[in-house]
Nanobody, 123 residues
Framework: QLELVESGGGLAQPGGSLRLSCGAS????????IGWFRQAPGKELEAVGC????????DYAESVKGRFTISRDDAERMAYLQMNGLKPEDTAIYYC????????????????WGQGTQVTVSS
């Protein structure tokens, strides 16, 4: 059974960078799309972006376009979220998730979720 574990969260200053990793165990990632989501205190879960099976399609929420980059390395069973130009409003718990579908920005389409990693952007 596929399990996901996020890492790489922490404290960053505004304008800084963090790289989140999502490691898979129990199954391969090759035939799953990967989504990144986040939930800020008191707010609903929102999509950050997703990468399709084989990485042929990548899309981002408008709020992170041009600052965040999603990638995947299926051979290593890893996915990544590179976050540059961080803003205080990026503070949230970040989750990676896997879906058997080709690509989706909808949380309900993802069946496997990691435990989340906290990202705090503050000076």
């Amino acid at each position: 059974q596929l399990e996901l574990v996020e890492s790489g969260g922490g404290l960053a200053q505004p304008g800084g960078s963090l790289r989140l990793s999502c490691g898979a165990s129990g199954a391969i990632l090759d035939y799953r799309s990967i989504g990144w989501f986040r939930q800020a205190p008191g707010k609903e879960l929102e999509a950050v972006g997703c990468i399709s099976i084989h990485g042929t399609t990548i899309d981002y929420a408008e709020s992170v376009k041009g600052r965040f980059t999603i990638s995947r390395d299926d051979a290593e069973r890893m996915a990544y979220l590179q976050m540059n130009g961080l803003k205080p409003e990026d503070t949230a718990i970040y989750y990676c998730a896997a879906s058997a579908g080709y690509w989706s920005m909808l949380a309900g389409d993802y069946s496997t979720w990691g435990q989340g990693t906290q990202v705090t952007v503050s000076s």
